[in-house]
């Protein structure tokens, strides 16, 4: 079991930037692939990025370039640096864990945090 916990959301002007942390207890993170979603108003929860356990990343195409994925097994945390955020990119941010590969699909992922809200100002 792994219970995650989100931070450092926030409202931001656009072009401006953020970096949300995921903080683990109950079990290690090393041995988890690590990602974090988004849920915006009135649509489905969309895969934003992921981290694998030898560090390898995937983004979703809109976030390339902008968001970077890391992760802390020393501090067991994951975290998310946004730069250049657009208006597009409000939602309400969930950090995710599984075991094995990096998938898309969030029912396909085990753990989940409980959110962090992301407001861009345009």
């Known amino acids: 079991q792994v219970q995650l916990v989100e931070s450092g959301g926030g409202l931001v002007e656009a072009g401006g930037s953020l970096r949300l942390s995921c903080a683990a207890s109950?079990?290690?993170?090393?041995?988890?692939?690590m990602g974090w979603f988004r849920q915006a108003p009135g649509k489905e929860r969309e895969f934003v990025a992921a981290?694998?356990?030898?560090?390898?990343?995937d983004y979703v195409d809109s976030v390339k370039g902008r968001f970077t994925i890391s992760r802390d097994n020393a501090e067991n945390a994951v975290y998310l640096q946004m730069n250049s955020l657009k208006p597009e990119d409000t939602a309400v941010y969930y950090c995710?864990?599984?075991?094995?590969?990096?998938?898309?699909?969030?029912?396909?992922?085990?753990?989940w945090g409980q959110g962090t809200q992301v407001t861009v100002s345009s």
């Open positions: 109950g079990n290690t993170l090393s041995g988890y692939v």
């Open positions: 981290i694998a356990r030898a560090g390898s990343t």
């Open positions: 995710a864990a599984r075991k094995l590969i990096i998938v898309a699909a969030p029912q396909d992922w085990d753990y």
